[in-house]
């Protein structure tokens, strides 16, 4: 069993930054795939930057040159850099870890953009 446990979400105005933090605990393996999802109200939660143990990444087209996504593999822990925040970021953010073929999700943190 893995637990996510997400810190960083709030309230910023358009334009400003926030970064998300994801510390994995429990049974830990080598080769995973950890990131970011997120879900606005009434949409369906999507994509937001996902990240390999290999340092491999992948972000929604929607994010790419405002997010960053890296690892501190030391700590089991994924951070989230979010700039240039806009109104349309706003949603819960939830982290995701994959590994052996089982998938796991944190509770999840709002992160609200607004003036």
């Known amino acids: 069993q893995v637990q996510l446990v997400e810190s960083g979400g709030g309230l910023v105005q358009p334009g400003e930054s926030l970064r998300l933090s994801c510390a994995a605990s429990?049974?830990?393996?080598?080769?995973?795939?950890m990131g970011w999802y997120r879900q606005a109200p009434g949409k369906q939660r999507e994509l937001v930057a996902v990240i390999s143990n290999g340092d491999s990444t992948n972000y929604a087209d929607s994010v790419k040159g405002r997010f960053t996504i890296f690892r501190d593999s030391a700590k089991n822990t994924v951070y989230l850099q979010m700039n240039s925040l806009k109104s349309e970021d706003t949603a819960v953010y939830y982290c995701?870890?994959?590994?052996?073929?089982?998938?796991?999700w944190g509770q999840g943190t709002q992160v609200t953009v607004s003036s």
């Open positions: 429990g049974i830990i393996f080598s080769i995973y795939v």
């Open positions: 995701y870890r994959s590994q052996r073929g089982a998938n796991y």
